[in-house]
């Protein structure tokens, strides 16, 4: 039954298949012309996606804000004004931000945030436009494009004139999409003439004109009241060949609503599904909106018949219902509201809808009246019950005060118990008001709600926020009515929190008060511990016991009896929070007894219990008791270690049996386990040497399994003969139970197939008895390249029976990977009908779709609609209708369909899966795909839940490669026209191209991560009146290598010239040798605060490093904090210096000194300043140091910190001097966290040193790293072996590898190379290229940190 | 710190309504066990409800006698309850 449903929906998109063909050829991408116009509809500018990933080098606070506006954006299209404020504290406490974070912020202050005034964003959107000028914050036309548009999103009434010049005036050229906004602009006022004037003067200029300016013009008429000629704009475009979108119809429509030319709307309508264009939810409510905002309300249940709810409707009705909230439309918002999908709970029972409308009606000032009216039809309805319950908390929360009392008051008279923290609230908004009458007046309204203000609303709410004397204070809650009782005991609570104990002290003891012992407990406590003052401590402690009588006033339970002993023993006993209470604790009881106060025996016991080994003679005697006790550390003691042989590689082996049989040793067990991993390995000369030596010994018998090794091994060497020969023999020795691994059965059958013997295989695999192993990885793609190579051969018949035979025996777990060649043996042969019939063969045997891209791009190519529509059908059933269709979209994309692949994107309810979109890109990009880039990025325009920063990136890189800079610039131009923020990634990319092109850059190029944390704030520049023409001038001095003019303008004018600039100089003065020179410079930019490009400042503490200047580097250190260090390894480089100027012994001496030194607060620190790349140097300079370096380590170890013996052990490692640092493994650094051993993956590849790599990956067989280390490790030891061009090693590896890890833990270009050398040896590659973006997190892994 | 009286009966709770402050809280839990103390927190600048709080049982039986409960309901809002993962101070 679905599948019906389901196939009459496919045939829209496939329908008009077949007649689009011949007149959509693909579309030719051009930056600028009119086919990459977009789409934007004019009446009522829609929530577009902020479609951004910014990325992770900036401020880390200020990007993760960023970051979860989007997301918020992406789920609902809006996000609220006070995560925008935010943003903008953040921007302001960093003082900086870079183009494409400003960027983002600007964008946010429009329809984004549907819940405010447009007054109120706009107003946002100025203030977030001064701060960035203010920072100083580098804006382009792009900045300009997004303030045009918040504009225009506003309805703001700027002038278009003025906007022109001051982008004049900033020496910035308006482009295309900064013209067709100000048409917009005119048309909003009607202003027909005005718009023609850009239009023409854009005509002069050649800016292509696209259908975003006729959705425009069709606007601007509508708003001058003249449909005939709005509606006349559809044929002008049909004049230029642009076809109306649902958003040229969509604006049409909203001319007519505003009209109530409701016949009309209902024709238009009409014609849209004639034409086939699809209008959505948020079309249909944008006319709802026009009709609303015009006085034609009475049109609107008409157009709310028509929605058709798809996912995403609730979204969209929210955003309208706040906007027509905010105009004053509250029976057209309701009516919406009442259109909405409401979800079913569990029960069955439906959830509620409405809580964002009540909280909008606060928000929006709306009247006591208005606000219960709708909370009542609410609850009638059933739709929302608690109405009146949140509007209150939302009026408290906004602090919207006189409202709130009138809540109040209707929930009161709903018996709605009315309680002390609903008033919170109020009080801490009326807390600026320093006279503290605000919060006198709550307290007051409080007792007309019969709430007597309790000790916690004094405690917490009401004494912390009043200022003044103590006097003052009491005086001012007296006026609250508040009894003189409550308000003392606060107060004195509250002075002691703020460690004011001797003004507590003078309240307590002049007025008389019942002082809560549980809420001065431990406030008393501390406030002594801060201050020392134990005779204020007294006073209070004897005020509280003198009015514990007064209890009886507060308590219900009249036969309380007090014990006042027992309340001063808790107060001792309370002392003991602190460690060092011994002390203070004489001195309080001796006080105590002078006061005359006595403790209870039960106070007296538990304080002796917890002063334990504390207790003094002094205290035991004022106590009258003692009591002792004595631990004895144990200390640790060491194991002793050792690989087992079972753990051991090959090297480790061989070298054990060499040294045992030197001592006459008997080695047969372990020759044993050598064979096996001779076998493993492949090796067949070593193997056949070995048995042929043991053969001789006495004592070792050739057993059936090592025969079977031998023939698995002599197979695996294509040689037939030599395996059946071994097979015989295994066949004979285990006559009782002879079995032989499916895996060698496979493989020697498939070597009888290579050689064309297709029946001895067959006969082999049915009738050889076998053993089930596990089958892993390197099983099934043995399998696979057996039943491949028949069908590469075309051999269908062959490959049938094989496959058959396979099933029948159970030699495979069916996958599509093994399904496969049974598709492709078709398609070698062209043959689509019996492919296809293979295919729905899978499908309805084994519920798998193999080989269904190719297949389904054939019949896209030879146009086969019906085909299609079979094989998606047939997809449909396994992978469901979503998949299926996005497998869809990329397979037309692929063969330049794009018209097609659009449709089915724009499938109303087509859930996002952005992941996908991206893995296609990238597959793309990478295989030089750039016209199923293009047709992506064309197909999925103004889809705003897709996020397409991806797309343009991937395309970007595409262009780079063509080395085509004028349809890179146009990407850059085109995003803005969509509305999309380009990431730093895209501008640094994109910046340094056009940079090496010689042309000049329209944009500030982020500049790299370092500079983005300005240490002080005094970094910034201030403007010059020309600076871009100061900056000029430095910047070609700079060109000219006139470095002595540039160091002397640098010391003139130090302000001005940037970072970047300065940088640059240090670069240019250190290739020139003057590194002292290069120096100042760097110490003039730490002296201000801001520290050189990261990448040159390295170089520079490289270079002085390298000439031993170690007070140099220390002068610079002083200068850095921990994180600036951290990031340019200073550390490192300061090891380095100290080795070149021959100091090692001196600087590990003063590492040994740091962590004698270490205390638990600096520990950190000292752990961070360990140099563990440089501290290899000095092993490797000064072996003699080898010992101090080992005890010094020790002494880390012993605080918890192995990085150091980390370095030790990585030296023996490399060394070879296995016991050593199998040792050092053992005893510290096996269950440690965090290994590294970057420097033994550096050496290896240095070296290409296949022998060590290999050791190494053996070693984290046995070691607790994450799957990310060991993919690292594999990445080496491939590359390793691509460079030694050890072709079949290196198949071998990655097969190893794969049983061990994901394949997206190894790193892309390894696989990727290893995919060469499959296809160098005709081997197909079937493993999924890992995604770049893994593999870098991967690469960081283990970096050290 | 000083001495460890073993476990604590530390309820984390959820979902509190903004009209719940600590006496109701206590008052509901102190049916399944003795509650010592039952707080909600409230945002120190805002004054406003945060929506969770803590229940600490004076002993076992009433702490895992709360959890029993599939659906704790309080002034008609389901709440979320869990022991608290510092069980131990």
């Known amino acids: 039954m679905a599948s019906i449903l389901r196939s009459s929906k496919f045939v829209r998109y496939i329908a008009g298949f077949a007649k689009n063909v011949v007149v959509s050829t693909p579309r030719e991408f051009d930056g600028n012309l009119l086919n990459a116009a977009t789409v934007q509809c004019y009446c009522g500018a829609l929530p577009r996606s902020l479609a951004t990933q910014t990325s992770a080098q900036h401020d880390q606070s200020l990007d993760r804000r960023l970051k979860s506006l989007d997301q918020d954006v992406r789920k609902s299209g809006r996000i609220s004004r006070r995560d925008i404020e935010d943003v903008l504290e953040e921007i302001r406490n960093a003082r900086s931000a870079t183009s494409s974070q400003s960027l983002l912020v600007i964008r946010c202050c429009g329809t984004l945030v549907p819940d405010e005034m447009p007054e109120i964003r706009t107003k946002l959107v100025q203030e977030i436009w001064n701060t960035l000028n203010k920072l100083n914050v580098p804006m382009d036309v792009s900045h300009y494009n997004a303030l045009l548009r918040v504009y225009l999103e506003n309805e703001h009434l700027f002038s278009p004139t003025e906007f022109l010049s001051e982008m004049e005036s900033k020496g910035i050229e308006p482009n295309r999409v900064t013209y067709q906004r100000l048409i917009s602009r005119y048309c909003y006022d009607g202003d027909i003439e005005g718009a023609t004037k850009i239009l023409e003067y854009m005509r002069e200029k050649q800016m292509p004109v696209n259908e975003n300016v006729f959705n425009a013009l069709i606007y601007g008429h509508s708003q001058a009241g003249d449909m005939d000629s709005a509606h006349g704009i559809l044929s002008v475009m049909a004049q230029a060949g642009l076809e109306p979108s649902a958003d040229t119809y969509t604006t049409l429509l909203c001319g007519y609503a505003k009209e109530g030319r409701i016949e009309t709307i209902n024709e238009l309508i009409n014609e849209c599904e004639q034409k086939e264009v699809y209008l959505l939810d948020k079309d249909y409510l944008d006319i709802v909106y026009a009709l609303a905002t015009n006085g034609q309300s009475q049109y609107i249940p008409d157009i709310l018949s028509k929605v058709k709810k798809t996912i995403g409707y609730n979204q969209d009705a929210v955003n309208f219902i706040l906007r027509l909230i905010n105009k004053g439309q509250d029976e057209a918002a309701y009516a919406i509201l009442e259109t909405m999908v409401r979800s079913t709970r569990p029960d069955g029972s439906l959830m509620p809808v409405g809580s964002f409308f009540i909280r909008q009606l606060v928000k929006a000032d709306k009247d006591l009246e208005t606000i219960v009216k709708y909370c009542k039809k609410l609850e009638e309805k059933n739709m929302y019950q608690k109405g009146l319950h949140l509007a209150t908390e939302v009026s408290l929360e906004l602090g919207k005060e006189v409202l709130a009392y009138e809540l109040l008051n209707q929930l009161k008279q709903q018996g709605v118990e009315i309680r002390q923290h609903f008033f919170w609230p109020l009080i801490a908004s009326n807390a600026t008001d320093s006279s503290g009458k605000g919060i006198i007046r709550v307290l007051q309204k409080m007792q007309e709600f019969d709430v007597i203000p309790s000790h916690e609303t004094l405690r917490d709410w009401v004494l912390p926020k009043l200022k003044g004397k103590s006097s003052e204070v009491l005086s001012l809650l007296r006026d609250a009515n508040i009894s003189v009782g409550s308000s003392a005991c606060g107060l004195v609570t509250n002075l002691l929190i703020k460690n004011e104990i001797a003004e507590a002290a003078t309240i307590a003891s002049s007025v008389p008060a019942y002082y809560v012992p549980e809420l001065i407990r431990r406030p008393l406590t501390n406030a002594l511990y801060a201050t020392g003052d134990v005779k204020s401590y007294i006073t209070i402690l004897r005020h509280v016991y003198e009015n514990l009588k007064r209890k009886i006033n507060y308590s219900d339970n009249q036969d309380t009896t007090i014990d006042g002993a027992a309340v001063i023993g808790l107060f001792l006993n309370d002392l003991t929070i602190k460690r060092n209470y011994a002390n203070i604790l004489t001195e309080v009881l001796e006080q105590l007894a002078e006061q005359g106060l006595s403790i209870t025996t039960t106070a007296a016991e538990s304080l002796e219990s917890k002063l334990g080994e504390k207790m003094t003679d002094h205290l035991s005697g004022l106590l009258g008791r003692l009591t002792s006790g004595e631990l004895t550390p144990v200390p640790l003691s060491k194991r002793p270690v050792y690989t087992p042989y079972y753990q051991m590689n090959v090297d480790q082996l061989e070298k054990l049996v060499q040294n045992l049989e030197s001592k006459n040793v008997d080695t047969v067990g372990y020759k044993r386990r050598l064979i096996t991993l001779y076998h493993r390995e492949n090796n067949l000369e070593k193997m056949e040497a070995l048995i042929e030596q043991l053969k001789n010994s006495t004592n070792f018998e050739l057993t059936a399994g090592i025969h079977a090794i031998l023939m698995d091994t002599y197979a695996a060497h294509d040689n037939l003969e030599k395996a059946l020969e071994q097979f015989e023999v295994v066949k004979q020795k285990e006559t009782e139970e002879f079995n032989i691994d499916e895996s060698k059965i496979i493989r020697i059958a498939g070597l009888m197939i290579k050689q064309g013997k297709l029946e001895e295989a067959i006969k082999f695999l049915e009738e050889t008895p076998r053993d089930k192993g596990n089958r892993g990885y390197s099983y099934t793609s043995q399998v696979w390249r057996v039943l491949n190579s028949l069908a590469e051969n075309g051999q269908v018949e062959e490959l049938e029976r094989l496959f058959n035979t396979l099933v029948k025996n159970e030699y495979i777990d069916i996958t599509t990977v093994l399904l496969g060649p049974l598709i492709k043996v078709y398609l070698v042969k062209n043959d689509l009908d019996a492919a296809l019939q293979k295919f729905q063969w899978c499908v309805e045997q084994y519920k798998l779709t193999p080989w269904k891209n190719e297949l389904a791009c054939k019949l896209i190519q030879i146009e086969d609609a019906e085909k299609l529509q079979k094989l998606t059908d047939l997809s449909t059933i396994v992978h469901g209708e979503i998949n299926s269709l996005y497998d869809l979209v990329f397979a037309f994309v692929e063969c330049g369909r794009i018209r097609q692949a659009r449709k089915i994107l724009e499938t109303p309810g087509l859930q996002n899966r952005p992941q996908r979109i991206n893995n296609a890109c990238e597959r793309f990009q990478q295989e030089g795909l750039v016209k199923p880039l293009e047709g992506l990025k064309d197909a999925t325009r103004d889809l705003n839940h897709i996020d397409r920063t991806d797309i343009y990136y991937q395309l970007l890189l595409s262009y780079i490669k063509q080395d085509d800079s004028e349809k890179c610039l146009g990407l850059w131009t085109q995003m803005q026209e969509e509305d999309m923020a380009p990431t730093d990634q895209f501008l640094i990319k994109l910046g340094s191209f056009l940079q090496e092109k010689g042309l000049s850059v329209p944009f500030a190029i982020p500049q790299p991560k370092i500079q983005q944390r300005p240490i002080t704030a005094t970094s910034t520049v201030p403007p010059a009146v020309k600076p871009a023409q100061v900056f000029s001038t430095f910047k070609q001095k700079l060109g000219n290598e006139d470095l002595d003019w540039c160091l002397q303008y640098l010391n003139n004018q130090q302000d001005r010239v940037s970072v970047a600039d300065c940088s640059q100089l240090i670069e240019k003065l250190i290739h020139n040798d003057r590194l002292n020179d290069a120096v100042k410079v760097t110490l003039h930019l730490l002296n201000k605060g801001s520290f050189p490009v990261q990448k040159i400042f390295r170089f520079l503490l490289n270079k002085v490093a390298a000439t031993g200047q170690v007070d140099t580097l220390n002068e610079i250190g002083h200068k850095l904090n921990t994180d600036v260090k951290r990031m340019v390894s200073f550390d490192n480089r300061l090891c380095h210096a100290n080795i070149v100027a021959g100091k090692a012994k001196d600087y590990l001496e003063k590492l040994e000194n740091n962590i004698d030194n270490a205390t638990d607060e600096n520990l950190e620190i000292i752990s961070s300043e360990f140099p563990r790349g440089g501290a290899y140097g000095i092993l490797e300079k000064h072996p003699e140091l080898t010992k101090k370096f080992e005890e010094i380590g020790i002494k880390y170890a012993q605080k918890g910190v192995v990085g150091p013996l980390n370095v030790l052990w990585t030296k023996y490692f490399i060394d070879r001097e296995t016991e050593k640092a199998n040792k050092l493994w053992q005893d510290y650094l096996k269950d440690s966290p965090r290994i590294m051993f970057q420097k033994i993956i550096h050496t290896a590849r240095e070296l290409q040193d296949e022998d060590l790599i290999q050791r190494l990956t053996e070693h984290l067989k046995i070691s607790n790293v994450t799957a990310g280390a060991v993919g690292n490790v594999y990445s080496c030891y491939l590359d390793v072996l691509v460079a030694k061009n050890k072709v079949e090693d290196v198949v071998e590896t990655f097969e190893n590898a794969l049983k061990q890890v994901p394949i997206e833990n190894i790193n892309r270009t390894a696989v990727l190379r290893v995919k060469e050398i499959y296809e160098k040896l005709g081997k197909p590659f079937t493993y999924p290229i890992p995604s770049k973006n893994r593999s870098n997190v991967q690469e960081n892994d283990d970096v050290e940190s | ?89």
């Open chain 2, 1 to 89: 710190m000083a001495s460890s009286t073993g476990r604590l009966y530390k309820l984390y709770v959820s979902n509190i309504p903004w009209t719940v402050s600590h006496s109701e809280l206590r008052q509901y839990f102190s049916k399944y066990g003795p509650v010592n103390l039952a707080t909600v927190i409230f945002d120190k600048n805002t004054g406003l409800s945060r929506n969770f709080g803590f229940v600490f049982f004076g002993n076992r039986q009433g702490f895992e006698e709360a959890q029993k409960l599939i659906e704790h309901k309080l002034e008609g809002q389901v709440l979320k309850v869990a022991p608290s993962t510092q069980d131990q101070e």
